[in-house]
């Protein structure tokens, strides 16, 4: 699973706006009034103005092994938001290594370097993003979710079971859908909420759009 593109909702359109190109340092490829976007190695991350939002989890890839020189660049520009005191989390069953922080809206950004998936570069800055990696789903239902996003793309679980938290898609691109009542974000315990967005994908050779709205998944 490709992620093409994620559109998510902001009520601080500048402030993100501020952040995202002054901060992370990330080129705008396309602004309005009421929305921008970013370009993210291969896909795009769009921002649109909203209101009576929750915060996002979002996850972007970089290469294989750099964690380390991606921590030290984001240190510079963010805090970082540490689990037990380690600023990187290693996931060994995942073959990846993560690196978290918020940004102006809360929204959990996380870096994520895989083992086997991308070559590492020499050095790191924005321009080693390589594209969106993961975006949470909290819900009521995760096997509603799950059942919905299996049948109509054939999107298999990558980790976790469908009853309080499982990770739909593969390495290339996940949906993190979790129990809004019973699971919270990783790494900071934040409650996971639903929050809308909109979200198109490449699966099985074919570019699919989905829409999630007041906690429903949608076709687009």
């Not at 996003?149 to 990558?158: A, D, H, M, P």
Request: aromatic letters at 12%; proline letters at 4%; charged letters at 25%.
């Amino acid at each position: 699973m490709k992620i093409n593109c994620l559109r998510i909702y902001t009520e601080n359109i500048e402030e993100q706006l501020k952040f995202y190109t002054n901060v992370l340092r990330l080129p705008v490829s396309k602004k309005t009034k009421n929305s921008f976007q970013l370009q993210i190695g291969y896909s795009i991350l769009e921002f649109q103005r909203g209101q009576n939002l929750n915060p996002y989890h979002i996850a972007f890839h970089i290469a294989a092994e750099q964690e380390e020189e991606a921590l030290k660049w984001l240190m510079k520009r963010v805090e970082i938001l540490e689990d037990q005191g380690k600023p990187i989390v290693d996931f060994p069953a995942w073959n990846a290594k993560s690196i978290y922080f918020y940004d102006r809206d809360r929204n959990i950004i996380e870096f994520i370097s895989r083992k086997h998936l991308h070559p590492k570069t020499e050095s790191f800055s924005e321009n080693n993003l390589i594209g969106i990696a993961e975006i949470g789903l909290a819900t009521k239902d995760v096997a509603e979710n799950y059942r919905f996003l299996n049948q109509y793309f054939k999107l298999g679980i990558y980790f976790g079971t469908p009853e309080i938290f499982c990770a739909i898609g593969d390495e290339n691109g996940l949906l993190i859908v979790v129990d809004e009542k019973r699971k919270t974000w990783f790494p900071t315990n934040d409650k996971a909420l639903p929050t809308d967005f909109d979200l198109k994908f490449e699966h099985l050779g074919i570019l699919r759009e989905v829409n999630y709205t007041n906690g429903k998944l949608d076709i687009l």
